[in-house]
C-alpha cells in the first residue's frame, strides 16, 4: 500500500534549522512531483514548496524562499525539506505530499510531523 512517512520535525529555537524527510513507497517515486505543505492552528494547511519528478525544478513559498531547501533522492525514494533560520510563525504540522496528473490528478498524504519553533 501507498505511504509517505515524515520524520525529523520537532522543537527548535528561533534562527535553527532542522531537516525534514519523507520516505514513500508503494509507488513509484519518479512519477511523482513531491510537496511539502504546513498547516498551522487556526489556519487552512498552505503549501511550502515542491520539486518535480526528476528534481529539476523547485518552487517555494515567499515566505520561506532562501531559507528552505527541497531535494529529493529517487533511489532512495525520499523527498527532504531543509529548514533554515527558523521563525516561530514557521510552527506548523509539514506533511509531505505526492501528486501526479495523468488523466486527472492522484494525490497522496504523510500524517504529518510537528515542528515548532520556540524560544
Known amino acids: 500500500q501507498v505511504q509517505l512517512v515524515e520524520s525529523g520535525g520537532g522543537l527548535v529555537q528561533p534562527g535553527g534549522s532542522l531537516r525534514l524527510s519523507c520516505a514513500a513507497s508503494g509507488f513509484t517515486f519518479s512519477n511523482y512531483a513531491m510537496n511539502w505543505y504546513r498547516q498551522a492552528p487556526g489556519k487552512e494547511r498552505e503549501l511550502v514548496a515542491g520539486?518535480?519528478?526528476?528534481?529539476?525544478?523547485?518552487n517555494y513559498a515567499d515566505s520561506v524562499k532562501g531559507r528552505f531547501a527541497i531535494s529529493r533522492d529517487n533511489a532512495k525514494n525520499t523527498v527532504y525539506l531543509q529548514m533554515n533560520s527558523l521563525k516561530p510563525e514557521d510552527t506548523a504540522v509539514y506533511y509531505c505530499n505526492a501528486r501526479r496528473r495523468v488523466l486527472g490528478t492522484i494525490n497522496y498524504w504523510g500524517q504529518g510531523t510537528q515542528v515548532t519553533v520556540s524560544s
Open positions: 520539486i518535480t519528478s526528476t528534481g529539476g525544478s523547485t
